[in-house]
């Protein structure tokens, strides 16, 4: 099951439009907003007889281990050589597209990490046969930083090429008391184990960070269960934050 915002659903459906489109599209977002469940829904949409999804996550990500990685994922042996394995990509993309047709879709995740050089490259992998044509569906998913990497000048060819761009927001207040009890209803409870006030300190140390969220509340579920409380209030979740969750 999954908890959705206004904000997950619009990233959902621009991720959908740059898969049917073939385009170049970066999401970003702080850690734990839910940008690689955004990626899960998305996949999970697709259907594998149109489409044919390609998803990296790999924080030393070369040029070269890139191409051996997306053509492991495309059932090939990869060339040992850089260019070998471009011009191999090249035709199995063709293949995939032209015979098969299906639209291949690549996801590379932690993208915030990627280097230099693996960035350069990405400006090389959508001219496969002209400018105006895009071989494949790019998404590059990282978190804030990734923003303020391609402003740099030295990535404007790059950042001239991307034809969709999201930022991920956290959850207000209302969404991280409505995110709990959605979960607390997945889980088969109806009750509410978590007071308002309780919701309110969730929110003051979680910031609406799902991550966040989801850690304090099962360590307070947890504590609760072993004491055989039925509620939890502000003071267990203080209790817990301070305890378990400030170091």
């Not at 070369?62 to 850089?82: D, I, M, S």
């Not at 293949?95 to 693996?118: F, G, Y």
């Not at 209030?233 to 817990?240: F, G, Q, T």
Request: with cysteine; hydrophobic share 35%.
């Amino acid at each position: 099951e999954l908890y959705s915002t206004p904000s997950i659903e619009e990233l959902c459906e621009r991720l959908q439009y740059a898969a049917r489109n073939r385009l170049f599209a970066v999401i970003t977002g702080d850690v734990g907003t839910g940008k690689t469940t955004a990626l899960r829904k998305l996949v999970d949409s697709l259907d594998i007889n149109r489409y044919k999804v390609m998803y990296i996550s790999d924080s030393s990500l070369t040029p070269r281990n890139f191409y051996w990685e997306v053509l492991n994922q495309l059932g090939c042996e990869a060339k040992f050589y850089r260019g070998d394995a471009k011009r191999q990509l090249t035709r199995e993309l063709s293949n995939l597209i032209e015979t098969q047709k299906r639209i291949p879709v690549i996801i590379s995740d932690e993208a915030h990490l990627l280097s230099r050089e693996m960035l350069e490259e990405v400006r090389f992998l959508l001219n496969f046969k002209m400018d105006s044509y895009n071989p494949m569906s790019l998404i590059l998913a990282g978190q804030s930083e990734l923003r303020d990497v391609l402003k740099k000048q030295i990535y404007e060819a790059i950042c001239q090429r991307i034809d969709i761009r999201y930022h991920l927001t956290p959850y207000d207040r209302q969404q991280t008391g409505e995110y709990i009890k959605k979960h607390l209803e997945y889980a088969g409870e109806t009750r509410d184990i978590f007071t308002e006030k309780a919701i309110g300190e969730i929110y003051d140390y979680s910031h609406g960070v799902a991550r966040k969220i989801n850690k304090v509340c099962i360590a307070c579920l947890m504590h609760a269960a072993q004491r055989q409380t039925k509620l939890i209030d502000d003071h267990v979740v203080r209790l817990i934050i301070e305890d378990e969750f400030n170091w």
